[in-house]
């Protein structure tokens, strides 16, 4: 949990806007937890990534994959238990994730508490 609070934190000291966690631990394998947020243009969407990625350098966690970065359109950072998912304002409401998996939990972590 330590790990999910510290990947939110980052989202949010770059102002990421409507952060939601949400609990993936018994709908998919692929992750714990999904964190969702968005920047309203490309560089605050890069700034949040690179806060994300530092943060969990900083914790010695290795981002086993980022995607999406030169783009700046829908960012992945895949960081094993945890995938943080970094929207342009614009693609968060096309591809509504909070929707699709409507199933999961929300998880109360950092302003969204």
Known sequence: MELLE???EACEDRKAEQCTVLN???LTPV???YVICHGNNERQVQAIARSVKNALDEKGIDVQRMEGFEQAR???IDAGG???HIFHKDERGYYNLERLWGDADEVHVG???
Do not use: F, G, T
Request: contains cysteine.
């Open 31 to 33: 992750a714990d937890y």
């Open 74 to 76: 829908w960012v992945l």
């Open 24 to 26: 993936m631990q018994s």
């Open 111 to 113: 302003e969204n508490q």
């Open 82 to 84: 945890i995938i943080c």
């Open 6 to 8: 510290k990947v939110v």
